[in-house]
C-alpha cells in the first residue's frame, strides 16, 4: 500500500493547497537548528513552511507516527498522530498556527480573513480532500483534536534545543 506521502506527490491539486494555504512543503524537511526529543526517542523532519518550520516524525514506523510541529522562533507542538490527521488538519484548518488558542471563534475569524483572500477555498479544499480519498471532519472536532493532541499528548512529546539543553516554547496558549 503508497504511503499518503506518496499519494500527495502523485495528486498535483491536493499537493498545490498543502502548499498554500496549508504551508506544508514535502520538501522541506531541514530544521534550521540542532534538536531532539526529550524522551530520546527518533526524530524525523520531512516538511517545512515558509518560515522555517519543520514537521517532524516522532519514533520508529511509517506514516502512523505522531507528528511534530517546530517553528523558526523556537515554538513546538505535537499537532497530529500519524500524516492522515496532519493532512485533514491542514485542509480543514489551514489557519492552524495562527489560532493559538484553538477556539471556535478564533478560528472562524482567521477562516473569514482567509475566504476573503481566497474565495475558492473551501472548492479547493474539497477538490483536494477528494484527490487523496480523504472525508473531512468539521472544524470543530478538528480544532478539539488538535488541542487534546497538543496539550494532553504533547506532554511526552518535549522538542530540545540540542547545544543549549532548552526545550522549545508551546505554540499554543491554552
Given at each position: 500500500m503508497k504511503s499518503l506521502i506518496a499519494i500527495v506527490r502523485e495528486q498535483e491539486e491536493a499537493a498545490r493547497f498543502l502548499a498554500w494555504p496549508g504551508d506544508f512543503e514535502l520538501d522541506g524537511g531541514d530544521h534550521v537548528e540542532e534538536v531532539h526529543l526529550a524522551s530520546g526517542a527518533a526524530l524525523e523532519g520531512f516538511a517545512?513552511?515558509?518560515?522555517?518550520?519543520?514537521y517532524f516524525f516522532c519514533g520508529d514506523g511509517g506514516d502512523e507516527r505522531p507528528?511534530?510541529?517546530?517553528?523558526s522562533e523556537g515554538g513546538a507542538a505535537l499537532v497530529a498522530m500519524g500524516l492522515p490527521e496532519l493532512v485533514s488538519l491542514l485542509l480543514t484548518v489551514p489557519w492552524w498556527r495562527d489560532?493559538?488558542?484553538?477556539?471556535?471563534?478564533?478560528?472562524?475569524?482567521?477562516?473569514?480573513?482567509?475566504l476573503e483572500d481566497m474565495p475558492d477555498l473551501v472548492a479547493r479544499r474539497d477538490r483536494a480532500a477528494a484527490a487523496l480519498?480523504?472525508?473531512?471532519?468539521?472544524?470543530e472536532e478538528v480544532l478539539a483534536r488538535l488541542r487534546?493532541?497538543?496539550i494532553r499528548l504533547?506532554?511526552?512529546f518535549a522538542l530540545i534545543f540540542t547545544p543549549e539543553s532548552h526545550p522549545y516554547e508551546p505554540l499554543f496558549t491554552i
Open positions: 517545512g513552511d515558509g518560515a522555517g518550520g519543520t507528528i511534530l510541529y517546530a517553528d489560532c493559538r488558542a484553538l477556539t471556535e471563534k478564533e478560528s472562524r475569524e482567521l477562516e473569514a480573513q482567509y480519498g480523504l472525508d473531512l471532519p468539521e472544524q487534546e493532541v497538543a504533547g506532554e511526552d
